[in-house]
């Protein structure tokens, strides 16, 4: 019987590489949509006849889903299975993909867009409590977690890479079809390596506490979308936000009552898992925004054509790979508090230089370094925030500190594009009364990259102050981690 046992192990053990390899793909295909579609959408306004305001919603609908539902998958993830779980979001990840790459009309579009987000909900934070399980060692988990983290930040310049090739050399439908033998892939493979894993303890799903925290995500997501969109002042904003205010708070009363919440308030209080994830929530605020507002200056203020906007991110992606491959070698001989400050302050370098980028520069003395010194900052910090986030779970909660994480992640993007771009639109708009259209313009996107670099340094503050000391095997104490 231990022999076989023994076999098993090994065989599982085995399998892990692959599996990565699987999980990894899915989830850069569900990072690259959250903005694969931000070079097209002039081209889909003109196909299928968008009005402008309703054109926003081909990105909000996608980050609506995704960042609303996290909680409540991941928690389901932990209760019904994490392989059933993250299966069944690919699989209605790519049937709506389908769905958009066929789309005839607006509302179609916008409808796939959502489940598309509600797929992505599903299988991303039960595919990285997956991760977490498969690698349990300290250092093995800081090299996994070190490719997945890598590889999501890879996702999303990837998304503007794509997205402008794709909308340039063949159709806007393709940047949906695409999706299609990746999910397939990830339907036939998993299965047949990775074993399914759920709670050890059968426990009943918080009802009240997924209608509550779902209810308040989905609201505080649309209230930041509408206000990046109308403005802070309207009442589409604010009535959306205050219900999401007034739920949260039902939520923290509903989950201090009940003795088996979806979210125990034990998991939110341990500390280091806390400043990881605030950390995370300032490092995607800033991160989406620069993404957004960059290729919204290179082709509006530099002239770029979409092609050789979406081809001017590949240096970023780079930088990305350089900051991975250091990341996990980082973290394991200088501590996790260290590795994170060098990278937000590193990013938040770059961001200072991509200010500065004028008019009349050109991309190899201007843009391009300030892209490079960014995205080195960004691999290191994103392989080390997952490792961070994800310290201390257990087969009890994996699947609920990656959607905590999911959470921030999305969360964060929906508030830096909203207040970051209101910003930048804010300021260009009042200087353009006054003059020059492309100074206006470039000033507005100047004040705005350096509030998303102070965002940066002020994520470095909080990580050096509160996040813990000590090496790896200090800075990542799993072996005494709380329950719950």
């Known amino acids: 019987m231990t022999s076989l046992t023994t076999a098993a192990t090994a065989k599982a053990v085995g399998r892990r590489g692959p599996a990565l390899v699987v999980l990894c793909f899915v989830q850069f295909l569900l990072v690259l949509d959250d903005n ?13 006849g968008f009005g402008t305001a ?17 909680l409540l998958f ?19 990840f790519g049937t709506a993909s389908l769905v958009c790459g066929l789309a005839q009309e607006p509302w179609q579009l916008v409808g796939g867009r959502f489940v598309q987000g509600a797929g992505a909900a599903m299988a991303s934070p039960a595919a990285l409590a997956l991760i977490a399980l498969l690698f349990p060692g300290t250092e093995e988990r800081t090299k996994a977690f070190g490719l997945w983290g890598g590889i999501a930040g890879l996702g999303g310049t990837a998304g503007l890479v794509i997205s402008g090739a794709l909308t340039g050399l063949a159709s806007w439908r393709w940047i949906f079809l695409i999706n299609l033998p990746v999910a397939l892939a990830a339907l036939v493979l998993l299965p047949r390596l990775v074993p399914e894993s759920r709670a050890e303890r059968a426990v009943r799903l918080d009802v009240p506490g997924a209608v509550l925290g779902t209810g308040a995500l989905v609201a505080l997501v649309y209230g930041l979308l509408r206000a990046g969109e109308t403005g802070w002042g309207d009442t589409a904003a604010v009535g959306p936000l205050v219900l999401a205010v007034l739920l949260a708070a039902a939520f923290l009363v509903a989950e201090s009552r009940t003795a088996e ?35 919204l200056h290179l082709q509006t203020v530099l002239g770029y054509r979409p092609l050789a906007a979406g081809l001017a991110y590949l240096p970023y992606g780079g930088g990305i790979l350089a900051g991975m491959w250091l990341s996990s070698r980082a973290v394991i001989r200088l501590g996790m508090r260290p590795t994170l400050v060098i990278g937000f302050l590193t990013s938040a370098a770059g961001l200072l230089l991509l200010s500065e980028v004028a008019p009349d520069d050109g991309y190899a003395s201007g843009v391009l370094p300030g892209m490079l010194l960014t995205s080195l900052g960004c691999g290191l910090s994103l392989p080390a925030l997952t490792v961070a986030a994800l310290t201390g779970t257990t087969e009890e909660d994996a699947g609920l500190g990656s959607a905590v994480l999911s959470s921030g992640q999305q969360v964060g993007g929906a508030v830096g594009v909203a207040v970051l771009v209101a910003l930048a639109t804010r300021r260009s708009e009042d200087l353009a009364a006054r003059g020059d259209a492309a100074h206006a313009a470039t000033e507005g996107f100047s004040l705005a990259l350096t509030v998303t670099a102070v965002l940066l ?21 799993e072996a005494r981690p709380p329950r719950g």
């Open 74 to 92: 991941g928690r389901m993830a932990d209760l019904l299975g994490r392989r059933r779980v993250f299966l069944t979001g690919v699989a209605l």
């Open 457 to 477: 340094a002020l994520g470095a503050v909080l990580i050096a102050a509160l996040l813990g000391s000590g090496r790896s095997g200090d800075s990542c104490p």
């Open 54 to 70: 309703d054109l926003a919603w081909v990105v909000n609908a996608y980050f609506l889903a995704f960042g609303g539902l996290l």
């Open 261 to 295: 919440p979806l979210v125990p308030l034990s998991f939110l209080s341990y500390r280091f898992r806390a400043v990881a994830n605030g950390a995370t929530l300032l490092f995607s605020a800033a991160m989406y925004a620069m993404a957004f507002l960059l290729m």
């Open 36 to 48: 694969v579609v931000s070079v097209a959408l002039p081209t889909l306004r003109d196909d299928l």
